[in-house]
C-alpha cells in the first residue's frame, strides 16, 4: 500500500487525549487517526440517509404485497400440479 503523509493541528489537551486513547487501546496514534477518518468519510450524507429512509419505507411497504403474491403463486401452482396429477392418474399415466 502506498501511503502519504497527512499533517494536522490540534491542542495539546486534544493530542494528550488522543495519544491516551491510543495507547490505551495498544494502537499507534496514525491507526486510530486513518481509523477515525475511514469511519468519518463512509458516513452517509444527510440527503443520503433521508434516501435511505424512504427506500426503507418503500420496501415495508411491497413486502406484504410480495409475500401475499408469493403466496398467490405457490398456491396456484399446488393447485394446477394436482390437477395434473389427477389427468394423469384419470389417463392410466401416473399412479
Known sequence: MQ?????????????AALDAFAASN?????H??????SQY???PTAEEQAELAML???ANEAIPKM????DNMIETMD???RKVDAFL????IRK
Request: aromatic fraction near 2%; glycine fraction near 10%; charged fraction near 25%.
Open 26 to 30: 495498544g494502537m499507534s496514534v496514525g
Open 41 to 43: 468519510i463512509g458516513q
Open 3 to 15: 501511503t502519504e503523509r497527512v499533517t494536522f493541528l490540534t491542542s495539546a489537551e486534544q493530542k
Open 32 to 37: 486510530v487517526v486513518r481509523e477515525a477518518a
Open 79 to 81: 393447485r394446477t400440479h
Open 56 to 58: 426503507i419505507e418503500q
Open 67 to 70: 409475500r401475499a403474491s408469493l
Open 89 to 92: 392418474r384419470d389417463a392410466g
